[in-house]
């Protein structure tokens, strides 16, 4: 089993910023994507940010300019640093990660606790 754990989550004014972290641990083999998504009252869980292995990243619309993601693969870590935050940024953000456990055959898909980022104006 592959578990996450986030950290980093507050309270902060329009216009600050947070680094959320989330690091990997368990019987980790590969892991190909590293994620995070979040999840407001009422609304549907979106993808936020996400980094493969090799670097690459793709961003959520509203967030791109404002959200960095970044990942140091010998710490089985996925940052997200966020710039610029306004309200519309409230919610839970939960970190994913994806790849292979034990073996190249073993495949998983785990998802941290989730941490709550609170923008206020």
């Known amino acids: 089993q592959v578990q996450l754990v986030e950290s980093g989550g507050g309270l902060v004014q329009a216009g600050g910023s947070l680094r959320l972290s989330c690091a990997a641990s368990?019987?980790?083999?590969?892991?190909?994507?590293m994620g995070w998504y979040r999840q407001a009252p009422g609304k549907q869980r979106e993808l936020v940010a996400v980094?493969?292995?090799?670097?690459?990243?793709n961003y959520l619309e509203s967030v791109k300019g404002r959200f960095t993601i970044s990942r140091d693969n010998a710490k089985n870590t996925v940052y997200l640093q966020m710039n610029s935050l306004n309200v519309e940024d409230t919610a839970v953000y939960y970190c994913?990660?994806?790849?292979?456990?034990?073996?190249?055959?073993?495949?998983?898909?785990?998802w941290g606790q989730g941490t709550q980022v609170t923008v206020s104006s």
């Open positions: 368990g019987s980790i083999f590969t892991i190909n994507s």
């Open positions: 994913n990660a994806g790849g292979y456990k034990g073996s190249p055959y073993n495949r998983f898909d785990s």
């Open positions: 980094v493969t292995s090799g670097g690459r990243t």
